[in-house]
């Protein structure tokens, strides 16, 4: 079956402008993630989604992110009035449900989306 | 909570030679422990996990890691590189059954021929 898809997978745009990242899970996945990774440095979790609540949005940078998610299908993480220092890869993750006692579920990563404050 | 330490950014080996990849974590709680292979273009993929149980684990591609509790570290091997295993690859750590993944910086391996 199809994997995490992402798109665009790169963008570029001008300071000031506002974003829309989109990810399409794999069908089924309740949960979906969103990380940042930016250059040279590790992922940085978001923001995580149980169905269409977003339980733990501790990672949000700042409250020019912000992100929202059709019941079990695709998010949006949108970023307003962009600044240079938001440029990294953008990259969702879905899984079957959240991690319940004894059990690991596993996060398949879709490509990413590479974003280019210019 | 939990954070890690890969050390090497770049790893250059030779076709059929050692692969070692370091990472060392930190956490107040058992951990669980992660490597994660990214090829160009595509989305990470988990190569193995360490979660209970035996502390040498063996994933996908020949590759295996072993959690060392007294060490704090979680190093991947891989006996004899291939062409094939040129990527990044990302150390993580959570608390058991978390969701929230915290990865290191992640080491580039290149394979000379």
């Known amino acids: 079956g199809a994997g995490v898809s992402q798109s665009p997978s790169n963008k570029v745009t001008e300071k000031g402008k506002d974003v829309e990242l989109r990810c399409d899970p794999i069908s089924g996945h309740t949960a979906l993630y969103w990380y940042r990774q930016r250059l040279g440095q590790g992922l940085e979790f978001l923001i995580y989604?149980?169905?269409?609540?977003?339980?733990?949005k501790s990672g949000l940078p700042s409250d020019r992110f912000s992100a929202e998610r059709t019941g079990e299908s695709v998010s949006t993480l949108t970023i307003q009035r962009t600044q240079q220092e938001d440029s990294a890869v953008y990259l969702c993750a879905s899984s079957l449900v959240r991690g319940r006692a004894g059990a690991y579920n596993e996060q398949f990563f879709g490509p990413g989306t590479r974003l280019t404050v210019l | 909570a939990q954070s890690v330490t890969q050390l090497g950014s770049h790893v250059s080996v030779s076709e059929g030679a050692l692969v070692l990849l370091r990472c060392n974590y930190s956490s107040s709680v058992p951990p669980y422990l992660f490597w994660y292979v990214q090829y160009p273009n595509q989305g990470l993929q988990l190569l193995l996990k360490y979660t209970t149980g035996a502390t040498l684990v063996k994933g996908i591609n020949g590759f295996e890691a072993e959690f060392k509790k007294s060490e704090t570290s979680f190093h991947l091997t891989k006996p004899s590189a291939h062409m094939s295993d040129a990527a990044e690859y990302f150390c993580a750590v959570s608390r058991p059954n978390d969701y929230k993944l915290s990865f290191g910086a992640g080491t580039t391996v290149t394979v000379r021929a």
């Open positions: 989604f149980q169905g269409n609540s977003a339980p733990d």
